[in-house]
């Protein structure tokens, strides 16, 4: 059975504008068949039918990056091992999925196009399956709290320590789940560069309806215990010789800060700008901290910029306009997480003013199964 991304892409393109209605149809197909299956997800699954169409919709218009791909479902398929996610579960997804398409692609449905979703599934969920059954690592880590800093009524950062050694390499993120909200995991990126003491970081922002990031902000104190999924994620840190750039949005501060610990670990010099934006001043709540690295990395210039407070004595504008002005960026590595307007906004004014895509890294905690 041969794989044909052509007419993948084609029927799901119809699927795309009716997502919500179809990633709907795709659980209640799921668990009508397999209500067994309905304990291994969340009681709201609003979230849940995002990430599915969110991962996807990565899949589809991936099939023709094959080495991408690859990495992208072995990390689903070891993540899944922390829902209980079996090989026999495979094929109730797929089953389910095959159903959906057919629904809502009605109208140019064919005999093809039906192998070639046969095709597709069967090789994404090989890969899945053979990555989970290669993992020897543990399906999740239970972790302590050490530290939890409430830097603003909606903002913590937290330290935790889990049981286990966790490997990870900077600019990874985890998925968090805490007794308060069994079976819903939200994902968090690592604040730091792996350390000795096997200690991570996290910057929570209590989001409005955000049950875990709530929990973790408000109601999670010294001493209480997580539960923390297998490091994803493919924004590694910077391996050449070239300068880098890195634009943080908010509490995507994060992983950019571990990226920038990365290079300040590995004995090179390059100089690394980190533009560190937010709407006001009292939102730009890790400075001090940054502070203290420029002071002991001398080629790190953190420059805070504030969009929406007309009083602020600093740089004020839009953080991908900001950051044209301290151009060109064309012969650097470039780090990019924060609100997804400002991610997408800031990748479309790079490569327009030259900025080769490959040189641009961003990550996605959005498509998460």
């Known amino acids: ?19 919500d209605k179809a990633a709907a149809y795709f659980y209640g197909r799921l668990f009508a068949e397999n209500p067994q299956l309905r304990g291994m997800f969340p009681p709201a699954m609003d979230t849940q039918r995002d990430r599915l ?64 979703w046969v095709a597709a599934y069967t090789a994404a969920a090989d890969m899945m399956v053979k990555a989970a059954e290669a993992d020897t690592s543990p399906a999740w880590w239970l972790a302590e709290v050490v530290d939890h800093e409430l830097r603003r009524p909606d903002i913590a950062v937290m330290t935790v320590r889990p049981t286990q050694h966790m490997p990870y390499v900077s600019g990874q993120y985890i998925t968090v789940q805490t007794p308060r909200w069994p079976r819903v995991w939200r994902a968090f990126s690592i604040a730091n560069a792996p350390r000795q003491d096997n200690t991570i970081t996290l910057h929570v922002r209590a989001v409005t309806g955000g049950w875990v990031s709530s929990a973790l902000v408000r109601h999670t104190r010294v001493g209480d215990m997580l539960a923390l999924g297998p490091p994803l994620g493919t ?30 670990a590995s004995g090179r010099r ?91 890294h961003r990550d996605s905690v959005s498509a998460v199964l």
């Open 1 to 19: 059975m041969s794989l044909n991304p052509r007419l993948v892409k084609e029927s799901f393109s119809v699927i795309e504008p009716v997502a």
């Open 53 to 116: 169409f969110g991962a996807l919709t990565r899949i589809v218009w991936s099939l023709d990056s094959p080495d991408g791909l690859a990495s992208y479902l072995g990390q689903l398929g070891r993540d899944h091992r922390k829902y209980g996610v079996i090989s026999a579960h495979y094929t109730a997804v797929g089953n389910a999925l095959l159903a959906t398409v057919r629904r809502f692609a009605a109208d140019m449905w064919t005999t093809e196009i039906e192998a070639a």
């Open 235 to 264: 924004m590694a840190p910077p391996s050449a010789e070239r300068d880098v750039l890195c634009m943080a949005g908010g509490t995507g501060l994060a992983p950019l800060k571990a990226v920038v610990e990365h290079v300040m």
């Open 270 to 360: 390059p100089n690394v700008h980190l533009l560190y934006g937010a709407r006001t001043s009292a939102e730009l709540y890790d400075l001090p901290a940054l502070a203290r690295m420029e002071a002991a990395f001398p080629w790190l210039r953190v420059v805070p910029v504030v969009s929406d407070e007309p009083g602020y004595g600093g740089l004020r504008g839009n953080l991908p306009e900001i950051a044209l002005r301290f151009g060109p960026w064309t012969e650097h590595d470039i780090y990019l997480c924060g609100p997804t307007t400002m991610v997408n906004e800031s990748v479309r004014l790079l490569q327009d003013n030259g900025v080769p895509l490959s040189r641009i």
